[in-house]
């Protein structure tokens, strides 16, 4: 069975700055997906950022970047230029190939300060 | 474009009543889910369709849930005989089978509070 482990149940980071949250994910599966999901207080669920197992070169979006390990089966967020809009609940997510059920790790809070 | 929805956005019932929740999924999506979160954890997989068929379930999904998908498009959720532990938010969502990574794009959510 899959899991997925976040580390850090709560982060906090000045505007600006840049912050890295971790995840580590226990798998025997060869192909598979990531995600980054962000749940802002009382929103709802929005991805931001994915990444394919097969692919080697880490994903970003803007101010978002992965660091993808596949070896160490880790699978870090980091948030460049961190904004007041990012405070939210960050979960890392594992999906593997076909679509099925999607295991989420157990979030961490992330708080950016002014 | 109209992303996931559910319907209600809220719910309190009284322990022992029966609720149900609707999801429309994205139009063109033909992968539906349904998750549950309770406070401060990430969303546990209860069952997904592909189209209108069901084909998998969770062992959360006791025998007092079940879900339906019956033309395959939006999807009902029934609680029966709710207990207090049922309250969580249930959160809906979508994919499109083929489609980029199979990415699935999350509805608002129904929170359930049973007294």
């Known amino acids: 069975a899959q899991t997925v482990t976040q580390s850090q149940p709560e982060m906090s980071v000045q505007e600006a700055e840049t912050v890295t949250l971790s995840c580590t994910y226990d798998t025997s599966e060869n192909n598979y997906y990531l995600f980054w999901y962000k749940q802002p207080p009382s929103r709802q669920m929005i991805l931001v950022i994915r990444q394919e197992a097969y692919k080697q070169q880490n994903a970003t979006e803007n101010r978002f970047s992965v660091n993808f390990q596949k070896a160490a089966k880790s699978f870090s967020l980091k948030i460049s230029d961190s904004q007041l809009g990012d405070t939210a609940m960050y979960f890392c997510?594992?999906?593997?190939?076909?679509?099925?059920?999607?295991?989420f790790g157990a979030g961490t809070r992330l708080t950016v300060k002014p | 474009d109209t992303g996931v929805s559910q319907d209600p956005r809220h719910k309190i019932t009284k322990r022992g009543q029966n609720v149900t929740f609707r999801c429309d999924p994205i139009?063109?999506?033909?992968?539906l889910y349904w998750y549950r979160q309770t406070l401060g954890q990430g969303p546990e997989f209860l069952t997904y369709?592909?189209?209108?068929?069901?084909?998998?379930k969770s062992r959360l999904l006791s025998d007092r849930f079940s879900a339906e998908r019956p033309k395959g498009s939006f999807s009902t959720l029934e609680i029966q005989r709710t207990e207090q532990g049922d309250s969580a938010m249930y959160l809906c969502a979508s994919s499109k089978d083929g489609g980029s990574t199979d990415t699935q794009y999350f509805g608002p959510g129904t929170r359930l509070t049973v007294l």
């Open positions: 369709f592909q189209n209108e068929a069901q084909l998998e």
């Open positions: 997510a594992f999906m593997k190939q076909g679509g099925d059920d999607m295991r």
């Open positions: 139009s063109e999506h033909n992968r």
